[in-house]
């Protein structure tokens, strides 16, 4: 977040996104992996993807930039959580699968950022590792707001086609206290990750659109899954 101390939402954040359907995200991830697979989830938040995905059966580790995030993903969810970004992530461990949902890739800056983000996560796969992304896709502009436990959170959304940019405002109302978070998201083509995905050596790039693991991902899908083969 960029003027929001993010403490002081992490308590209320799973509550904001309760109607976020991980089930079937995680079920999407669980298409692409073997039994008992062990997965590093990148900017794992309250660690809501983690939790269910050990329900089916994963092992999961995870790192997100915020403490109080991960105070919480310690408590919902087993396994090793630290504090650590896309570009500068280090473990000695090597995972099956490495995942980063929720839009986490769309907060890199530029290709260059995004390349050097493929390239660190992919120095902790194991042989034959692959890496599930999924991306926001926004295709218009936008507001919403949404009310719950009396906090008040309302949305705004702007989409620039030409800079390939969303600039996202969001305004807190907790306890007569109002709060501003805003956000910018960089939308990333399918053509150039796949030509910097090569470039890594990945062996194969597919595409998925919308958590449907048969439906091709196209320019016009709301949410893009990314999955890199190594």
């Known amino acids: 977040m960029d003027n929001l101390e ?16 991980y089930k079937r995200e995680a079920k999407f991830i669980a298409h692409f992996l073997n039994p008992h697979s062990h997965i590093l989830d990148a900017g794992c938040g309250t660690g ?12 999961t580790d995870g790192f997100d930039l915020s403490p109080d995030m991960l105070s919480i ?15 500068d992530f280090s473990s000695k461990i090597h995972y099956d699968a490495i995942i980063s949902f929720f839009a986490v890739f769309n907060h890199l800056r530029n290709y260059k950022e995004l390349q050097s983000a493929l390239c660190n996560l992919k120095e902790h796969l194991k042989e034959g590792g692959i890496i599930i992304l999924d991306l926001h896709n926004p295709q218009h502009s936008g507001e919403k707001v949404d009310n719950i436990d009396g906090a008040t959170r309302q949305m705004k959304w702007k ?8 600039y996202t405002t969001i305004t807190y109302k907790v306890d007569n206290e109002t709060m501003i978070d805003t956000h910018t998201f960089k939308i990333f083509k399918m053509h150039k990750i ?21 439906t091709p991902a196209t320019h016009k899908s709301k949410n893009i899954q990314v999955v890199l083969y190594t």
């Open 194 to 214: 796949k030509k910097i995905a090569e470039r890594l050596g990945f062996a194969n790039i597919e595409f998925y659109s919308n958590y449907n693991t048969s």
């Open 6 to 21: 993010y403490g002081k939402m992490s308590a209320l954040y799973d509550k904001f996104y309760a109607h976020k359907d």
């Open 159 to 166: 989409v620039c086609h030409l800079c390939n940019k969303e």
């Open 48 to 59: 809501s993807h983690c939790k269910e995905l050990n329900s089916l059966g994963f092992k």
């Open 73 to 87: 993903a310690i408590k919902k969810v087993e396994g090793n959580f630290t504090i650590a970004s896309l570009l």
